[in-house]
């Protein structure tokens, strides 16, 4: 089978996407989009901005804990898959890239999810969407930025390293692209604008959850 063979079986089914997802990550995913969806929503009713849905992992969860979601990707087959597998028309499908939320009522979410799509961007993207975040929260909402990190210097970057092959060959296979661990997540999400109030991490310190709030 040739890889892009290959990469459409993979694509084809959101259950196979996932297996991959689960295999790249060591199965560290599913706690991973668990943290995530609790950190999103605060109380059911919360209206959420998910960017990245890709095949709707995380829209899923997110409606089942009583969410309002706003969904965006910028791949129509992902967003189809999203559809079909969330079976509901309840979330609103927004097939753009992520850059194009400026163009977003303002205030109008009480979180911001981007969970392993910020990897995907480039720094200058990564910068403009994250600088446009603040302004479409609603007062008290949060940022929830998940994504594969630089694991701490030592053992566990040296183990980092030597998975990245792998690991890129069967994301490429999966979504098309190589990622780069965000080298600092945190960093960058204070220059936009936030405060960081908490952060997770899985797989030696290599996936990262972080929740952030406007600065005042
Ligand atoms: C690795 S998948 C993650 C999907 C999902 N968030 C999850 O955690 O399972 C990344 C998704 O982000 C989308 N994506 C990457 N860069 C994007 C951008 N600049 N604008 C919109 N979507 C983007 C890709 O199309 C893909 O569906």
């Known amino acids: 089978m040739s890889s892009l063979a290959l990469m459409r079986w993979l694509e084809g089914s959101p259950e196979r996407y996932d297996a991959g997802m689960r295999l790249i990550t060591f199965g560290q995913v599913t706690p991973l989009h668990a943290g995530v969806t609790e950190a999103a929503v605060a109380r059911p009713g919360d209206h959420v901005l998910e960017i990245g849905c890709g095949t709707g992992a995380v829209t899923k969860r997110l409606l089942d804990r009583g969410a309002r979601v ?3 990707d910028q791949s129509p087959d992902m967003i189809e898959r999203a559809r079909a597998r969330v ?3 309840t979330v609103d499908w927004l097939e753009q890239t992520a850059a194009e939320i400026d163009a977003l009522p303002e205030a109008s979410f009480d979180a911001i999810v ?4 910020l990897s995907d961007m480039s720094a200058s993207e990564r910068a403009y969407v994250l600088r446009a975040c603040p302004r479409l929260l609603a007062p008290g909402g949060r940022l929830v930025a998940a994504d594969e990190v630089h694991a701490p210097p030592g053992w566990r970057r040296v ?5 990245r092959l792998p690991q890129a060959a069967l994301g490429w296979l ?5 990622s780069q661990p965000v ?3 945190g960093g960058e999400l204070e220059r936009a604008g936030f405060a960081l109030q908490s952060e997770q991490r899985w797989l030696g310190g290599s996936l990262a959850l972080l929740v952030a709030e406007p600065s005042a």
């Open 70 to 72: 706003t969904a965006l």
């Open 87 to 89: 079976g509901t028309d």
């Open 114 to 117: 981007l969970c392993l799509c």
């Open 159 to 163: 183990l980092q390293r030597l998975g």
């Open 174 to 178: 999966l979504v098309g692209a190589l």
């Open 183 to 185: 080298a600092d997540l």
